[in-house]
Each structure stands twice: as C-alpha cells, then as structure tokens.
C-alpha cells in the first residue's frame, strides 16, 4: 500500500470517529462484552497455522497460497479493518464479533462457519491471535468499547416493507445496488475497497451471499454500523430514527427468495402459444428452479473465480415446441465492447441416451453435445461439441432464441420444434433429457472455457396425469365408505 | 384407563411413526419404514386382541360410531375420516412424482489392475505411496511433505473438497454427487493409499461404468500435478482429516483437548 493511501485511511478514520461523537446520541450503544477465554497465543498460532494460514497468510496479510484462487480474496488482518461488526462505522471489531466472523464464516465467499469444525474455546484462540496481525496496535490503543444495540427486530409487515421501498428511494441505495436490488445501479461499476481490489454491490436477491448473514437483524446491523473497508457506509447519520433503519432492513430482506435446487427441469404443458416475451403471465406462472454453478477448473484456462454461481430455469411446451427460459442476475450488461460478451449456453445429448451421458463439459470424442449458446452480443449460435477442443458450429436448425437484458437481470429464451429429424436429440413428454448450463460474465472476462458451469440435470416435459392416477384413490376411497355403510347398516339393525 | 385403549394405540403407532421418521439419521428407505410400520400394526392389533376385556374396550369407541351412539360430529368425522385417509393413502402410491431417473452408483469401485499415469502403466495392487515409504522414520521430512500437499491440496482441491476437508467447499453444491468428505469414516479412511492415488490420477472419466463415470466432476488431475505432487496432496488429506494421526501427533493431540 503506498504511503498516501494510508495517510487518507488514517484521515478517513479520525474523520469518521469525529463525526460519530457529534452524532452519539442517534446510536444506543452499550459497553462491549467482555472477552470469555483468556489468549494463549501459541495455541492460536497453532490453530491458525493449521486451518487459516492457507488463504490468510502466515503473516495475517491475506496472501496465502490459496489467495489467488479464491473471490473475494482473504482478509489482510494486519490494518484491522473488518466489515462484519456490532460497533459503530470506522471502528474496531469487538472479539465477540471476530468470534461471530470465524464461527459463522461469510456467506458468498470461501470462507466457512468454522463452528462445525473447531470446538468454541480453540476459536476464541483465534480471535486473540488474529488481532496480533495488527500492524498499527489499534486494538491495543483503541479497542471497541460501546457496542450498538441491536433490538428486537419489528415484524415484517407490508407497510413496513412499503416504508422501507421509500427510504431506499430517498436514500438512494439504489444507486449502487439497483433499482430492483440486483446490484446494478449506475455507481456500481468500478468500484473498489480499501485495498484497491474490484468489489461490487451485493445482489440483493441472492440473500445467501450476503456476509453479515440474511437475517433482518443481519441487515439491520449492516446499514447501522457500515462494512469498514468496503465502499457501504453506515446509515446512521442518514437514516437516523432506528425504526428507519428497521424497514429498510425489512425491504432489502423481501427483495430476496431462497434458492428452490431440483434435479429435474419439469416443463409444463400449455394450451396456446409459448409466449415471446419472458416476462408474460405464462412465464411467471411456470415453475422455476434453481441450478447451482461452479467455476470451470477441469480444463486449460482453469476458471476459479467465475461471478455466477446460480441460474434459474423454467420451461414450457405444447403440442409444436418446447421453450426453456434461462433466467439470471448481472450487474453489467456486457455486449462485447472492450470485455467479453455475456453468454449462456444449453447442452444436451445429440443421441438419445443409452445410459452414459457425454461427458459434462462439452462432451467427449464418443458423446457429443448439442449447445445452444447465446451471447449478448451475437444471439444465438449453436455448436456440436465432442470435447471442449472440438467444437462445431451448426445451423441453428429450428432452434430460437429471444430476450435480453433488462433491469440487471438477463432472461433468455431458447426455443426448439418437438418433432426434428435425425441428428436432434428426442424431446417429448414423459422422456428425461440430460441438460446442463453455462454462463459467461463478460465483465469479469469470461469466455471460451472461463466460465460457471453445472454438471447433468434433466429436462423432462411432464406429460398430463392420466387418469388411472386419480381414479384409483378415487375407487378405494369410494369401496371404504361402502364397505362403512354396509357395516353401519349391518350393526345399526342388530340389538347391541 | 382402559376406556382410552383405543386412543393411546393410535399415539403408540403415530409415535413410532415420527421416531422412525425424524428420530433415524441418515433417514431409512420408505420400503424399509413400510416394514416396521405394519410390523407395529400388527402388534398393536395383537396386543390389544390378546385380551378380551381389552379388546372390547379397543374396539368400544368405533362400535359407538357404527351404532350410531357417538355425537353426530363424531360419527361424520369417522366415516368420512376413514375413505379418506384411504383415498390418500392410496394417491401416494400412484401419484406420478417425475423425480430424476434413479442412476444406481457404486461409490468405491473395484479399481483396474493397472492404468495409465504420465503415459506409463502402474500395477494398482503393488501401488504404495513413495514418500511415506521413504520417510516411515523420518518425521519431520514426513511432515514436511505433508506440508507441501497441504499447499498443492488448497491450490487445486478446496474449493470442492473444502477448507476443513468436510467435501463442502465452495464449488461443492454445484455437483451431484457430492464432493468426497475426508473426515467420514466412509471415504479414505477406508482405502487404501493406492486406491486414493488412482482416483485422483484418472478422476472422473477413469471410472468404470458401474460408478456411473459420467456423474463425478473428479478432475483427471495427472493432467495438472506431477506423482510426487498427487502423492503429498495425498499425505495431506489423510493427516489434515485426521487420518493418520500418527505423523501430526501433535496437532491432533492438540485438537482434541
């Protein structure tokens, strides 16, 4: 870090600390718990060396060997800078919140709630350890004193939800998190932490990434105390009357959904035409999943920090065609100027299955892949695929695809005839068809092999119930009350 | 008491249900459940038919139903109760589910008697790990080797196999099956060094049909890592699971106190 830099931190943070003391009386805050297990530092050296050090460094500077492979990239401990805290913005953590950090981990990055795996006292070992990185000896000069105090969270009502929607209007957070919440308002690009590296605005429908946690008390404690380091500040001095802040956390919190994981794609049957548009009624009614997405580190260009890691599906057909819609969230709409172009991609089986699938990355030299790829730039090109080395393109044959990018989400839908000649791969209802996905962010560079990709799933055009299914619970519903009656009937005339 | 024989036969036989149900983990099969449920019926029925007072008074609350003197309410919610939970009963046996094609796996497969690593040919039954051969009495060089794969594992392998070697990294839930959890018992504890070395070499695509080689996203990771290298990795996924305490006497001491 150049000298400069640190001189602003430093005036970044006597600044903030200034004008925390003007603002106190805004904040309830309470004195800091104190800290249940006294340092024993050599076992923390121990511990830490044994399951931290990988990716934060021997020395606690956040460049461990495992570093380079992972986004976000580690902490550097040694400027004492966290994000995830219960004490006002610009101050330190308390050892209870660097408790909570190592216990809990952080959600959408690498780093996991290490509870499950170190017992409570050995992680209290690295709460002390951690903070011997400190470089500047803050935490021995100004520890956390005052702590903020988080009430019970209010119920989450639709008119606190409405109030929340407003705020996030006035206060302009859709600035840089998206007027829908996606993470794609006009400030987001570029943006970067306090040690120079790209961070973007979190996604505020994918709650499970979210590091501080999703639960509104989780929210709540992000916009009153600010992430340090990070370009979020705290909204105390703007939002100032606690409940504010509460019905904003109550907005941010309904913005998001769980992810629904299937291992089917069931496409529904409808009577009319597939709509073109992928916002149509007949699109929203379909039913979606989710597939999980990892980073493609099989094969040269190995791709460990892909920016998707989930797309949602749905899929309709009738009687001429079947249409999937790829459904998924980005904050930058790249069209192939100056970076990679954004591009999804679809592969199926060319043969119908005789029990192996081709292999999961653009088949093999025996299985080959039919791929549907659609690139923001170039709408839709379709490849054979025998091995990610030999790649085909082929006429799109009946294949369609429309959409496009609208309000930090892309909605894509790829379209295709039931009945096709030889060389196609057999969709009709009742058969289950090997799927996979792909996705390309061409702002972070993907392309070609860089990319997020799933493993197998299937596509399976459910076909309508027959009617045997309902008739049989019908039937033996029906010969029980009979059965009831002739007893009733038989015990009812007998003198008891 | 035994005005309630009735009423408590159903609690038993619902107890056992949620005890079988939620009290078993990993969950049993619903064939095997079908078993211990009508096992449980039929005791039930012949504990209470084995005593004739008991019996009567077992079957006195459905007889005040079908005589008709229960309350009305009662009555009507018995017998229509009944072809119901029948109706039901029988619409979970045919309602179609459209679950995935089951794909039977076998999870450790008899590994071939020889394969290719580096274009030479390897005899799996004589296959042992080199390092800890040459350093059995060595272990502080033993350590660090173990070191060295500590290094290679978290550049090529966490990012599925996990931080804490638990088969939940971060790319983890993308892939069906799940990545490997060194720590259970059920992974290479129970394998040999040799069987471990095949895997990683050939991944994947090196797995003979019936473990389904289409399904495992196992990297061919002689494509990436040298045989020394796939061997320390090695050595550190047993030592970092706790495998083999022996040589990171230590640490594991450490870890248990």
Known sequence: MKSTDFLGMICALAFCASALAADAPKLKTEPVKPTPVAADLDAGKKLYQRWCAQCHGNEGKGDGPAADFVYPRPRDF??????????????????????????????????????????????????????????????????????????????????????????????????????TGRGDGPSSAGMKDEWGFPIRPVNFTKSW???GGDRIEDIYRTFTTGFNGTPMPSFVDAIPAAEDRWALAA????????????????????????????????????EFADFPLAGQIILEPRWFKPVHDV??????????????????????????IGKPADEVALQMPVQASDGVKPYFILGDDKHAVDVWRWSAKDGLQRYTAE?????????????????????????????????????????????????????RDGDNGEEGLKMSLSTWY??????????????????????TLGGEFWLLRRMRRRPS | MRRHTLYIAIMLWLAILAGLKFGVRPPMPASVLMIYMTLSTIAIILFAAADEARFQAFLAPLRAVFEGRAPKAVQLLV?????????????????????????????????????????????????????????????????????????????????CHGDALAGDGHFANAFSPIPANFRDVGTISMLQESFVFWRV?????????????????????????????????????????????????????HEKH
């Open chain 1, 78 to 179: 040694t400027l004492a800078i966290f994000k995830v805290r219960t004490t006002p913005s610009g101050q330190l953590p308390t050892d209870h919140d660097l408790f909570h950090i190592i216990s809990e981990g952080l959600p959408g990055t690498s780093m996991p709630a290490w509870k499950k795996f170190i017992p409570e006292n050995e992680r209290w070992q690295l709460v002390h350890y951690v903070k011997t990185f400190d470089s500047l000896g803050l935490f021995k000069e100004e520890p956390a004193k005052e702590q903020v105090v988080i009430d019970a969270a209010p119920k989450m009502t639709p008119e606190l939800i409405a109030k929340g929607k407003e705020l996030y209007q006035q206060k302009k957070c859709w600035q840089c998190h998206g007027p």
């Open chain 1, 209 to 211: 990434r979210f590091r």
């Open chain 1, 251 to 286: 907005f941010v919190k309904s913005l998001a959904r769980p992810q629904k994981n299937a291992q089917v794609l069931k496409a529904g049957n409808i009577a009319g035409e597939i709509p073109a548009d992928p916002y149509a009624k007949e699109w929203e009614a379909a």
């Open chain 1, 311 to 336: 797309i949602t599906a749905r899929a309709l057909y009738n009687d001429k065609e079947i249409a999937i819609l790829l459904e998924w969230d980005d904050g930058t709409n790249n069209t192939g």
């Open chain 1, 387 to 439: 091995g990610a080395s030999k790649q085909t393109p082929r006429e799109a044959g009946g294949v369609v695809a429309q959409g496009g990018y609208k309000e930090g989400q892309y909605r894509v839908i790829l379209r295709r005839p039931l009945r096709v000649g030889a060389g196609e791969t057999a969709i009709e209802p009742g058969r289950f068809v090997p799927i996979a996905f792909q996705l």
């Open chain 1, 458 to 479: 299937y596509l399976l055009p459910q076909p309508a119930t027959p009617l045997t299914v309902v008739l049989w619970p019908l039937g033996i519903g029906f010969l």
């Open chain 2, 79 to 159: 017998l229509a109760g009944i072809p119901l939970l029948a109706g039901w009963g029988a619409w979970l046996r045919t309602a179609p589910s459209w679950d995935a094609p089951f794909e039977p796996r076998v999870v450790h497969p008899e590994p071939p008697s020889t394969f290719n690593f580096h274009g030479k040919r390897i005899d799996t039954a004589s296959l042992k790990n080199p390092l800890r051969a040459a350093h059995e009495k060595d272990p502080a060089q033993l350590e660090k080797l173990t070191a060295e794969g500590k290094t290679i594992y978290y550049q090529n392998c966490f990012f």
């Open chain 2, 201 to 253: 070499s050939t991944g994947g695509p090196g797995l003979p049909r019936a473990a389904t080689p289409w399904l495992s996203a196992m990297p061919v990771w002689q494509n990436f890592l040298t045989e020394d290298e796939i061997w320390k990795a090695i050595l550190y996924i047993y030592a970092g699971s706790g495998s083999t305490p022996r040589t990171w006497d230590e640490e594991t001491k």
